[in-house]
């Protein structure tokens, strides 16, 4: 059975497409078999991942398909996955037209649930781990990954005004469990561009008062290397004596242990 994280935060350029990419490489790296998800319509992951528009579809056309017909073929499905060699990653792109997905899903039936349609067993059952990446919205696309997932991880920059928001999104994840996936949890909150400032540790003193064992003893630092990376396509692990690099390596045994 694999393991399904929503990578997200509404804020936006927190590092959510940065960690889907470098955490997934990593577990990759770990022998884990891994399928990226990018459920934004900015597709800066299928940028990473060096995607170049074909005819095979990406996850805008199966979200028209289930808006269309209420449900998905598997092997349509699966011929939307790209693999990703240098990564060693599986993954299904995203592009511009995901912008129209509340257009489209504005009379499907169940309009939260299209993703979970989409990533059935028989899809994710040879992978360990599916990783999201969330738009920076609370829209209804993030609410499709949180009736799809197991868990959230939440990538938060350490300043004051994105700790505020964190409480809307906690919120929203309650208001998930009510609901439409009682088995949603928050897998933890990742603090990223980390520095070494006073603010920046006050921050995350912030977090570990509010959020106690949900935040995880992992920090990402802030580097330029998160910037050459995604011009690169090479996951921060790649490169030997990239400190993020073991920052995110450090992150998926942490993660790997929490399952
Ligand atoms: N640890 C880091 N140190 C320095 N820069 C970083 C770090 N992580 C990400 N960045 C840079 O910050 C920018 C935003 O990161 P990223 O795209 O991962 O955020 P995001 O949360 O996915 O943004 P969006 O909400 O727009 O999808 C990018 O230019 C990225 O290269
Ligand atoms: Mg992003």
Redesign the pocket.
């Known amino acids: 059975m694999s393991n399904i994280i929503a990578i997200c935060?509404q804020?936006?350029?927190?590092?959510?497409?940065?960690?889907?990419?470098n955490l997934g490489a990593a577990l990759a790296k770990q022998g884990k078999r891994v399928l990226l998800c990018d459920l934004?319509a900015?597709a800066?992951?299928s940028e990473y991942l060096g995607f170049e528009e074909d005819d095979k579809p990406t996850i805008t056309e199966l979200f028209a398909v289930v808006a269309a017909q209420a449900y998905i073929e598997a092997d349509t499905v699966k011929s939307s996955i790209r693999h990703n060699e240098l990564n060693g990653v599986d993954y299904i792109p995203a592009n511009i037209n995901l912008a129209n997905a509340d257009v489209f899903l504005l009379n499907a039936l169940s309009r939260e649930t299209v993703l979970k349609r989409i990533l059935t067993e028989d899809v994710t059952k040879d992978y360990d781990y599916v990783l999201i990446?969330?738009?920076?919205s609370l829209g209804v696309l993030l609410l499709n990954a949180l009736a799809a997932a197991d868990s959230m991880l939440i990538?938060v920059q350490v300043q004051k005004f994105s700790i505020d928001g964190l409480k809307a999104l906690t919120s929203l994840c309650n208001q998930v469990k009510a609901t439409i996936n009682p088995q949603l949890y928050l897998l933890g909150i990742l603090p990223?561009?980390?520095e070494h400032t006073t603010v920046s540790r006050n921050a995350v003193q912030l977090l570990e008062d509010t959020y106690t064992d949900k935040l995880l003893r992992t920090q990402?630092?802030?580097?330029?290397?998160?910037?050459k990376?995604?011009e690169s396509g090479k996951a921060l692990c790649l490169t030997s004596g990239s400190r993020?690099g073991e920052e995110y390596i450090e992150l998926a045994e942490a993660i790997q242990k929490s399952f």
Do not use: F, W, Y
């Open positions: 935060n804020k936006g350029g927190v590092g959510k497409t940065t960690t889907a990419m934004d900015q800066n992951l990446d969330c738009l920076p990538p990223t561009m980390v990402i630092h802030r580097s330029v290397e998160a910037a990376s995604s993020l």
